[in-house]
């Protein structure tokens, strides 16, 4: 286990060329985590400014 974590070590000095860390997918089932196109976005921003709308003005009546 040492003569590993020396080796780990002795690789880190050098600066080794390394593979290129590939950009992250979501893996997630339900994809990236906000709206992909402009319309759902457009929707999103509504509804959320819905949402502060009712909670600012104290309504009680919730959809």
Do not use: E, F
């Amino acid at each position: 286990m040492l003569h590993r974590m020396a080796l780990a070590g002795a690789a880190m000095t050098l600066n080794l060329p390394r593979k290129k860390p590939k950009p992250r997918r979501y893996r997630s089932p339900l994809g990236p985590p906000y709206p992909t196109t402009r319309q759902q976005r457009r929707a999103m921003m509504r509804a959320s400014k819905a949402a502060l709308a009712r909670l600012a003005t104290g309504d009680t009546n919730v959809r």
